[in-house]
């Protein structure tokens, strides 16, 4: 079973950055995309960005231009740059790896999730 384990997360002020990271514990080729997830008490989980194996992309309007998902095979990891980050983007991020179902991704296994806090 595919295990995720994710890093990066923290406190920021609005307009820094922050960089999320995700190590799967086998090949992510076994699933053929990655994504990150994010979750607020006041809202349900919706996908924020997605990357098939391909490199292909999917992001969330609201994180366009911001926010770029990348992955390194090698590595068996996936990450998440998080730029000009607003208090909105405050939330619990997840990561996910699952099937490509294009443009977005059918998630097959989460990570625990790590916590994301953007001040005003």
């Known amino acids: 079973q595919v295990q995720l384990v994710e890093s990066g997360g923290g406190l920021v002020q609005a307009g820094g950055s922050l960089r999320l990271s995700c190590t799967a514990s086998?090949?992510?080729?076994?699933?053929?995309?990655m994504g990150w997830y994010r979750q607020t008490p006041v809202k349900q989980r919706e996908l924020v960005a997605g990357?098939?194996?391909?490199?292909?992309?999917h992001y969330v309007d609201s994180v366009k231009g911001r926010f770029t998902i990348s992955r390194d095979n090698a590595k068996n990891t996936v990450y998440l740059q998080m730029n000009s980050l607003k208090p909105e983007d405050t939330a619990v991020y997840y990561c996910?790896?699952?099937?490509?179902?294009?443009?977005?991704?059918?998630?097959?296994?989460w990570g625990q999730g790590t916590q994301v806090t953007v001040s005003s």
């Open positions: 990357i098939s194996s391909g490199g292909s992309t």
């Open positions: 086998e090949s992510i080729f076994r699933v053929n995309a």
């Open positions: 996910a790896a699952g099937f490509w179902v294009a443009p977005s991704i059918a998630p097959a296994y």
